[in-house]
C-alpha cells in the first residue's frame, strides 16, 4: 500500500515538475538555438577568416611584387651610372648587383606566397570559391614571374657587355626594352589583382549572404522557440493561476471579514492542498469569530483583540499608567427592584446596563466591569490616546447623565410602579490618575482591569454625588486634561477616605458652548459662595448660594453647601479648618 502510495505521489502533478518542465523545454529550445547559431556562426567566421588571412594578404604580395619590381628597375640604373663613371666605381657596382639578386628573390617569393595562400584557397572544402579562376590566376602568377625574370637575365647578359665596351647608344636601348618588360609585367600583376579583387568581392558577396541568411534563420528559429515556449507557458501558467486567483479573492473576502464562503479544489498538486489548508483556515476562523463574538459581550472586543495579541496589552506583570476611570450608579435602584421577578429584574437591568453602556461604548471607552447596577469603565492606551482619554470620559459622562434622566421617566413603566422616588437618579465619578493595568488574577481566573488611587477616587466621587446632590463628580486632573470640551464648575475641596490631602472637585453641567442663561447664572453665583464659604464669610456665602438656587432651585450641589453654611454659622468650624470637607463628616 505504501509503495502504491509513493507511486501515485510521484505521478502526482506539482508546481515545481510543472516549472521544472518548462524550464527543461526553454533550455532544449535555447541549446537548439545556440547550436545552430554557433554553425553558422563558425562557418561566416571561417569565410571572413579566409578574406582576411589569404585573400587580402595575397593580394598584398602581388602588390608588394610590383614595388620590388620597380625597386629591382632603380637599382639597375644605378648600377648603369656606377660604370659610366670615370673611373667606374667597381664596388659599389658590386653591392648594387647584390641588391638587384636580393630584389629579384624577393619577387619569386612574394609571387610564392601569393600562389600558397591561393592553393590554400582552392584546397579549402568548407568554402564556397572559384576554385578554377583561382587555378588560372596561381598559373598566371608563375608564369609572369617566371618570364620576367628569364627576359631580364637575357637583357642584363647583354646590356653589360655593352656598357663595358661604350656602346651607349645599344645600352639605352636595352634599358628601354628592360623597362617595357617591367611595365608588361606590372601590368600582368595589375591584371591579377584585380581579379583577385574580384574574387574578393565575391566571396565576401557569398559570405554577407550567408551572414544575412544566419540572422533570419536564427530569427525565425529564435521566434518558433518564443513561441512554443510561451504557449506552453501559457497553458502551464493558467493551471496555477487560475486556482491561486480563488485564492486571492478568498482571502481578500476574509480580510473584508466575508468568512461564508469556501474555495473549490480543483487542482492535486500544492495550490490545491494550500485551498484545503485555506478552507480548514476559514473554517477555524469562523468558529473563533463565534467565540469572539460571544465572549465580546462579556469582555469588550479590543480587550480580546489585545490578548490574543500579546504586544498591544500589558503583559501578566502590569504596568504603570496615566488613565482615566469612571465609576457609574443609580441611586436607589436596588430598592426599586425588590419584589420583581428574576425574568422581570435581568429584563431591567439589561435594559438599564445597555442604556448606560452605549455611551462609553461610543466615547471609546472599556467597561471593566458590572457591579451589581454599577458600572467601571476605563480610558487610556492602548485603546485610546493619552491626549483624548479625559475628554472623552467626561463627554461620556455628560450623555450618561441626560440618559439617566431620560431613564427616570421609563422606570415606572419598566417596574411597573407609578412614580419613582425623587432620589432616584444617576451618580458618576470621574477621576485621571496613575494606576497598574494589566491581568490581573489568580492562576484560575485573570482579568484585565485597572487598579490604583485613580479607581479609588473616582468610585469615591461617585459615591459622594449623594452628599452634594449631584449627577457626576470630577477629579480636577481629569477636569484638566479635558479642557474646553465640556463646561464645568468648581464644587468643593475633599478628602476622600483613604486620603489625606484635599483634592478640589468639579461638577459638569454639559457640553462646551450648551449652557443655558439659567446655568450660566448658577456657576457665577455659586464660584461667588465658594469663595466667600472657604474665607469663612458666611452670610456672603448663604446668600450667594441662595442667589445659585434662584437661578436654578433643584441644584443640588448649591442645596448642600447652602446648609453646610448654615450650620457653620451655628456650630464654625475649627481655627486650624482649611476648607476641604472630608466625605466622613456629619
Not at 465619578?429 to 497598574?436: K, M, Q
Amino acid at each position: 500500500m505504501s509503495l502504491v502510495l509513493e507511486y501515485t505521489s510521484m505521478l502526482r502533478p506539482t508546481i515545481r515538475k510543472r516549472i521544472l518542465g518548462i524550464a527543461i523545454g526553454l533550455i532544449f529550445l535555447m541549446v537548439i538555438i545556440s547550436a545552430l547559431s554557433t554553425v553558422m556562426t563558425r562557418k561566416i567566421a571561417h569565410q571572413l577568416d579566409e578574406l582576411t588571412t589569404k585573400y587580402v594578404e595575397a593580394c598584398g604580395h602581388l602588390a608588394r611584387m610590383n614595388v620590388r619590381s620597380l625597386e629591382q628597375a632603380v637599382v639597375v640604373r644605378r648600377m648603369v651610372f656606377l660604370k659610366i663613371q670615370t673611373p667606374p666605381d667597381e664596388t659599389a657596382f658590386a653591392d648594387q648587383q647584390t641588391i638587384y639578386e636580393a630584389k629579384g628573390r624577393e619577387i619569386d617569393q612574394e609571387a610564392q606566397a601569393a600562389r600558397a595562400l591561393i592553393i590554400a584557397i582552392i584546397e579549402d572544402p568548407t568554402t564556397v570559391s572559384d576554385d578554377a579562376k583561382l587555378g588560372r590566376i596561381e598559373n598566371r602568377i608563375e608564369t609572369i614571374t617566371s618570364d620576367l625574370r628569364r627576359y631580364l637575365d637575357e637583357e642584363h647578359r647583354r646590356i653589360w657587355p655593352q656598357l663595358d665596351s661604350g656602346n651607349m647608344p645599344e645600352v639605352r636601348a636595352s634599358l628601354v626594352r628592360t623597362d617595357a618588360l617591367r611595365d608588361e609585367f606590372n601590368r600582368k600583376i595589375e591584371e591579377i589583382r584585380h581579379d583577385m579583387l574580384e574574387q574578393v568581392r565575391s566571396d565576401a558577396a557569398v559570405t554577407m549572404r550567408d551572414q544575412q541568411r544566419a540572422i533570419v534563420i536564427s530569427a525565425i528559429v529564435t521566434m518558433l522557440a518564443a513561441i512554443l515556449g510561451l504557449t506552453f507557458a501559457f497553458f502551464v501558467s493558467i493551471g496555477i493561476t487560475r486556482p491561486v486567483r480563488r485564492l486571492l479573492d478568498g482571502t481578500r473576502a476574509v480580510e473584508a471579514g466575508r468568512l461564508d464562503g469556501s474555495i473549490d479544489v480543483t487542482t492535486r498538486d500544492e495550490i490545491g492542498q494550500l485551498t484545503t489548508a485555506f478552507n480548514n483556515m476559514v473554517e477555524q476562523l469562523r468558529h473563533k469569530e463565534h467565540l469572539r463574538e460571544t465572549f465580546g459581550r462579556y469582555v469588550d472586543p479590543r480587550v480580546v483583540e489585545g490578548l490574543i495579541d500579546q504586544r498591544s496589552l500589558t503583559a501578566g506583570a502590569g504596568e504603570r499608567r496615566v488613565m482615566t476611570v469612571l465609576f457609574c450608579d443609580m441611586q436607589g435602584f436596588t430598592s426599586l427592584s425588590e419584589g420583581m421577578t428574576p425574568q422581570g429584574l435581568v429584563k431591567v437591568m439589561n435594559h438599564y446596563l445597555s442604556t448606560m453602556s452605549e455611551p462609553i461604548r461610543s466615547h471609546r471607552g472599556i467597561i471593566d466591569k458590572y457591579i451589581g447596577d454599577a458600572i467601571m469603565a476605563y480610558w487610556g492606551p492602548p485603546f485610546t490616546e493619552h491626549s483624548e482619554q479625559a475628554r472623552l470620559a467626561c463627554l461620556a459622562a455628560v450623555e450618561m447623565a441626560d440618559r439617566g434622566t431620560a431613564l427616570r421617566r421609563e422606570l415606572p413603566e419598566l417596574l411597573g410602579i407609578r412614580t419613582v422616588p425623587s432620589d432616584c437618579d444617576v451618580r458618576i465619578g470621574v477621576a485621571t490618575g496613575e494606576v497598574l493595568v494589566g491581568s490581573i488574577g489568580s492562576e484560575f481566573m485573570m482579568s484585565y482591569t485597572v487598579m490604583g488611587d485613580a479607581v479609588n477616587l473616582a468610585s469615591r466621587l461617585e459615591n459622594a454625588n449623594k452628599v452634594y446632590g449631584s449627577h457626576s463628580l470630577v477629579s480636577e486632573v481629569a477636569i484638566t486634561a479635558a479642557g474646553d470640551a465640556v463646561e464645568s464648575r468648581e464644587i468643593d475641596r475633599l478628602v476622600v477616605a483613604g486620603q489625606t490631602v484635599p483634592q478640589a472637585v468639579f461638577d459638569i453641567l454639559g457640553r462646551k458652548g450648551e449652557l443655558t442663561d439659567k446655568q450660566l447664572a448658577l456657576r457665577e453665583r455659586y464660584a461667588e459662595g465658594l469663595a466667600a464659604y472657604r474665607e469663612r464669610r458666611w452670610d456672603d456665602a448663604r446668600l450667594a448660594f441662595h442667589a445659585a438656587l434662584e437661578a436654578v432651585p433643584s441644584d443640588g450641589p448649591a442645596t448642600a453647601l447652602a446648609k453646610r453654611v448654615e450650620n457653620f454659622q451655628l456650630n464654625p468650624p475649627a481655627a486650624d479648618w482649611d476648607g476641604a470637607w472630608r466625605l466622613d463628616q456629619k
